[in-house]
Structure formats: C-alpha cells, structure tokens
C-alpha cells in the first residue's frame, strides 16, 4: 500500500481482503510504511478485514505505521487489538494463539 487510506482508495482494498480471504488467504501483513494517511473510512476497512480474517481462523497484522496512523490506533483503542510491528520481516513471523 502507499500514498493514503481514505474514501477513494478503500473500495479497493476491501475487494482485495475479500479475494485473499476467499482463496484462503486469512493471515493478512498490510504494509503501510509507504502510507501516508489514513482516515476513519481506512479503520472501518481496517476493522473489516480484522473480522473477515478472524472467521476464517486468520488475523491481520500492520507493518511500518507511522506516526498519524498510530495516533489514529491509539485514539480509537484499535492499538490494544491488532499487532504492530516495525516492519514486514517482523510481521511475518509465525501466529502464535
């Protein structure tokens, strides 16, 4: 991903987590160190592909957020919910639970 997670671009990226889900794709890293914004219509795609993955046994992980994105996670409690990681290396690693 790159540029900003908004109105425009969330269409997109929710038919992308439906088709990775689908063909059985359920442990999603969503690199966003080229990410610039993300707004409410970003965390309600975000919050989306969370329960998409979790009913097919999978989960979502974020790699390289920056500073707006992580406020943003911190002011909605989503921080306390999805795993963050610095990078997508770290992210990959094995799903423990």
Known sequence: MSGEIDL???????????EL???GRAHLVWNLQA???MDSSGLGVLV??????EAAKGCVRLAGAGQQIR???ELTGLD????????V???TGPVTA
């Open 48 to 53: 989306y592909a969370m329960r998409s993955t």
């Open 89 to 91: 290396p770290s992210a």
């Open 8 to 18: 425009a671009t969330v269409p997109l990226l929710r038919e992308a987590v439906d």
């Open 80 to 87: 306390t919910v999805i795993e963050q990681y610095p990078d």
């Open 21 to 23: 889900v689908t063909a």
């Open 71 to 73: 406020q943003l996670l």
């Open 35 to 37: 990410v610039s914004f």
